[in-house]
């Protein structure tokens, strides 16, 4: 069983997860996977004078055996001697609130926490932090807040206990999905500073060296259902994979995991060189200039092209091949010619090359204003039907609404308090996919407002009880914008159904 204590300590060093005196907080369900980073961790503070605290998230889903694990984990630091902290995460209400699977909030949440709990430690404030709380969907902020990777040498570390089994689960899961490198890659034994010391040990290892040591676990149920994607993979797809095709089967792929990560590391780092040297950024525009463009090969071409995009878009989540395709295509048709893409991208093309920006700097022209007006409101006044201006009830606004695009996670409120995804609505609608990305919203944040052209939340109406309006004019859409269509059939024959 040292075999599973050396490939530990062999992937702490050749990533430089931990430094001879650093801080690393242990993120401890009760599993075994876990038990053991914790175990393994304690085992290297005389080695490597480490200090080891660990949090345990409780996610507000399981009733009784989920207070059963933090119960374990709590008397397992104990017998450690390692610090605890327990947090609880409201998932089921997170979810709800922003749209996502549990599956997916329980994610983003637990990833929160571990940022505040290593925030916390090493501001000095462990002690206040580590009393026993809820986090909800107020705390849990834009949940890749552990993303932001340039840590000082000294910095806490979050270690968690994903293996090489969830490694290759992972990488199937992305593949079935159609990822390019980056997901073939897999997760990454680094990010940001959060560690993956497990990443080279088996499942199976960790399960027998925990036997070998003595060490209890507990079982997740969740586990055993195939509920989830990721659970279907693990039992069903990879055994059959290794029973019919190849018994190591998890080891080839982690080893093209490794290759593809690499390989995607490589190819982002010349491309950024490239960018470097030849785009042209001005007033939110990125030129991506045609002639050094072409003499490209195909694959850098596309890294440029998903870097600038994710570059104005702020984030890549949505981004996919398909999308870099259509940017790409530009580069063979003639001046004058666009793609709308996911988070308000506009992609033109120019007699120099192509130009990536926001939709309202992209064509160099803004695409429509919005006007705000707010006054009190008396019981009987008249709501105006135009189509361009709206009213909404102040009170049930919480945030500070934006005129924007659609986003992944955004809904409206129905007639009949049922709630619909803006996706689905403009399915629905029967709005042609190329033109979704051009319709303007009024959001405040997830929820719409305002499905410019079409329709009114009827959550935000006016009503009996408002006391306060929000007033918003919009100016209507340049005749060259593709949203102009959009719009113009509610002139023709009033698709807005909120007036």
């Given at each position: 069983m040292e075999y599973v204590q050396r490939k530990f300590l062999e992937t702490i060093e050749q990533y430089h997860m931990l430094r001879q005196g650093g801080r690393v907080v242990a993120a401890v369900s009760g599993g075994a996977d876990s038990v053991c980073l914790l175990a393994l961790l304690c085992g290297l503070r005389g080695e490597l004078g480490i200090q080891?605290?660990?949090?345990?998230?409780?996610?507000?889903?399981?009733?009784?055996?989920?207070?059963?694990?933090?119960?374990?984990?709590r008397q397992l630091c104990e017998g450690f001697k390692v610090p605890f902290a327990l947090r609880r995460v409201d998932v089921r209400e997170f979810a709800r609130a922003k749209k996502l699977s549990e599956e997916e909030a329980g994610r983003l949440l637990r990833y929160r926490v571990f940022e505040e709990c290593a925030g916390a430690w090493e501001r000095g404030a462990w002690a206040e932090w580590a009393d026993e709380g809820t986090i909800g969907p107020e705390g849990a902020g834009g949940g890749n807040a552990w993303l932001k990777a340039d840590r000082a040498a000294d910095g806490v570390r979050v270690a968690v206990a994903h293996h090489g089994d969830d490694q290759?689960?992972?990488?199937?899961?992305?593949?079935?999905?159609?990822?390019?490198?980056?997901?073939?890659?897999?997760?990454?034994?680094?990010?940001?500073?959060?560690?993956?010391?497990?990443i080279a040990v088996s499942r199976k290892e960790i399960l027998e060296w925990l036997a070998a040591n003595g060490l209890s676990f507990c079982q997740d149920s969740t586990n055993d259902t195939d509920h989830y994607t990721r659970n279907r993979i693990r039992r069903q797809l990879i055994p059959m994979l290794q029973e019919q095709v190849n018994p190591g089967a998890v080891e080839s792929i982690l080893r093209v995991g490794r290759l593809a990560g690499q390989?995607?590391?490589?190819?982002?780092?010349?491309?950024?060189?490239?960018?470097?040297?030849?785009?042209?950024?001005?007033?939110?525009?990125?030129?991506?200039?045609?002639?050094?463009?072409?003499?490209?090969?195909?694959?850098?071409?596309?890294?440029?092209?998903?870097?600038?995009?994710?570059?104005?878009?702020?984030?890549?989540?949505?981004?996919?091949?398909?999308?870099?395709?259509?940017?790409?295509?530009?580069?063979?048709?003639?001046?004058?010619?666009?793609?709308?893409?996911?988070?308000?991208?506009?992609?033109?093309?120019?007699?120099?090359?192509?130009?990536?920006?926001?939709?309202?700097?992209?064509?160099?022209?803004?695409?429509?204003?919005?006007?705000f007006r707010y006054f009190s409101y008396k019981k009987g006044t008249e709501i105006p039907k135009n189509q361009y201006t709206k009213w909404f009830d102040c009170g049930k606004i919480k945030g500070t609404p934006v005129v924007r695009s659609r986003q992944s996670g955004d809904y409206i409120t129905l007639a009949d308090g049922r709630t619909k995804t803006v996706r689905r609505f403009m399915i629905d609608e029967k709005i042609p996919r190329e033109k979704r990305d051009s319709v303007l919203l009024l959001a405040d944040g997830s929820h719409i407002l305002w499905i410019v052209g079409y329709r009114i939340s009827e959550y935000y109406k006016v009503g009996p009880d408002t006391v306060r309006v929000m007033e918003v004019r919009m100016g209507a859409p340049a005749r060259d914008d593709p949203a102009s269509d959009v719009i113009k059939e509610d002139e023709n024959g009033g698709k807005d159904h909120g007036r």
């Amino acid at each position: 069983m040292e075999y599973v204590q050396r490939k530990f300590l062999e992937t702490i060093e050749q990533y430089h997860m931990l430094r001879q005196g650093g801080r690393v907080v242990a993120a401890v369900s009760g599993g075994a996977d876990s038990v053991c980073l914790l175990a393994l961790l304690c085992g290297l503070r005389g080695e490597l004078g480490i200090q080891v605290r660990a949090v345990h998230v409780h996610h507000g889903l399981r009733g009784d055996e989920a207070d059963r694990d933090a119960e374990f984990v709590r008397q397992l630091c104990e017998g450690f001697k390692v610090p605890f902290a327990l947090r609880r995460v409201d998932v089921r209400e997170f979810a709800r609130a922003k749209k996502l699977s549990e599956e997916e909030a329980g994610r983003l949440l637990r990833y929160r926490v571990f940022e505040e709990c290593a925030g916390a430690w090493e501001r000095g404030a462990w002690a206040e932090w580590a009393d026993e709380g809820t986090i909800g969907p107020e705390g849990a902020g834009g949940g890749n807040a552990w993303l932001k990777a340039d840590r000082a040498a000294d910095g806490v570390r979050v270690a968690v206990a994903h293996h090489g089994d969830d490694q290759a689960e992972t990488i199937l899961h992305n593949l079935c999905r159609g990822s390019g490198l980056k997901g073939l890659g897999g997760m990454r034994p680094v990010r940001g500073r959060i560690i993956r010391p497990l990443i080279a040990v088996s499942r199976k290892e960790i399960l027998e060296w925990l036997a070998a040591n003595g060490l209890s676990f507990c079982q997740d149920s969740t586990n055993d259902t195939d509920h989830y994607t990721r659970n279907r993979i693990r039992r069903q797809l990879i055994p059959m994979l290794q029973e019919q095709v190849n018994p190591g089967a998890v080891e080839s792929i982690l080893r093209v995991g490794r290759l593809a990560g690499q390989a995607d590391d490589y190819l982002s780092g010349q491309a950024r060189e490239w960018t470097g040297h030849h785009v042209r950024e001005e007033n939110g525009r990125i030129l991506v200039p045609g002639e050094a463009f072409e003499r490209l090969p195909e694959i850098l071409r596309a890294y440029v092209i998903f870097q600038v995009m994710t570059r104005v878009g702020g984030r890549a989540k949505d981004l996919t091949s398909g999308h870099v395709d259509q940017v790409m295509g530009l580069f063979g048709m003639q001046a004058g010619r666009s793609q709308d893409l996911p988070y308000g991208i506009r992609a033109v093309r120019e007699y120099e090359g192509v130009v990536i920006g926001r939709r309202e700097t992209a064509s160099g022209q803004p695409r429509t204003e919005a006007v705000f007006r707010y006054f009190s409101y008396k019981k009987g006044t008249e709501i105006p039907k135009n189509q361009y201006t709206k009213w909404f009830d102040c009170g049930k606004i919480k945030g500070t609404p934006v005129v924007r695009s659609r986003q992944s996670g955004d809904y409206i409120t129905l007639a009949d308090g049922r709630t619909k995804t803006v996706r689905r609505f403009m399915i629905d609608e029967k709005i042609p996919r190329e033109k979704r990305d051009s319709v303007l919203l009024l959001a405040d944040g997830s929820h719409i407002l305002w499905i410019v052209g079409y329709r009114i939340s009827e959550y935000y109406k006016v009503g009996p009880d408002t006391v306060r309006v929000m007033e918003v004019r919009m100016g209507a859409p340049a005749r060259d914008d593709p949203a102009s269509d959009v719009i113009k059939e509610d002139e023709n024959g009033g698709k807005d159904h909120g007036r």
